[in-house]
């Protein structure tokens, strides 16, 4: 008999038009690698690289072999397509421009 305590987790993976949540029940010490193997979304969007994409539990970045506890909804992030400052710049310089020239 499996004696292994068996914990829930969520496999999540966001793109602009589509979000896919996937339900695991797994056993404990399972890392978070391993729930996103056991998911098969790595089948499902093959552009998923787990030694580019960051990971994270929750909103916080975490390394690939951090064990999961029950309920923990692991991540998968896509790469930023822009700089945050840069475009928190360009949008302050753009609402300059308009303001100087509304003077």
């Known amino acids: ?3 292994v305590e068996r914990y ?4 999540v993976y966001a793109l602009p038009d589509e979000q896919v949540l996937i339900n695991l029940d797994v056993g404990q010490g ?4 391993q729930a996103v193997k056991l998911s098969g979304i790595l089948e499902r969007f093959p552009e998923i690289d787990l ?7 929750f909103g916080k970045v ?4 951090q064990v999961l506890r029950d309920k923990d909804r692991v991540e998968i992030y896509r790469p930023l397509i822009a700089d ?8 302050a310089d753009k609402k ?5 020239k509304g003077s």
């Open 8 to 11: 829930f987790v969520e496999v």
């Open 1 to 3: 008999m499996d004696n």
């Open 62 to 65: 975490i390394n690939a072999d």
């Open 51 to 57: 030694t580019q994409n960051k990971i994270g539990i």
């Open 30 to 33: 399972t890392t978070a690698e």
């Open 84 to 91: 945050p400052k840069e475009s928190r710049r360009k949008r």
């Open 96 to 100: 300059e421009a308009r303001t100087t």
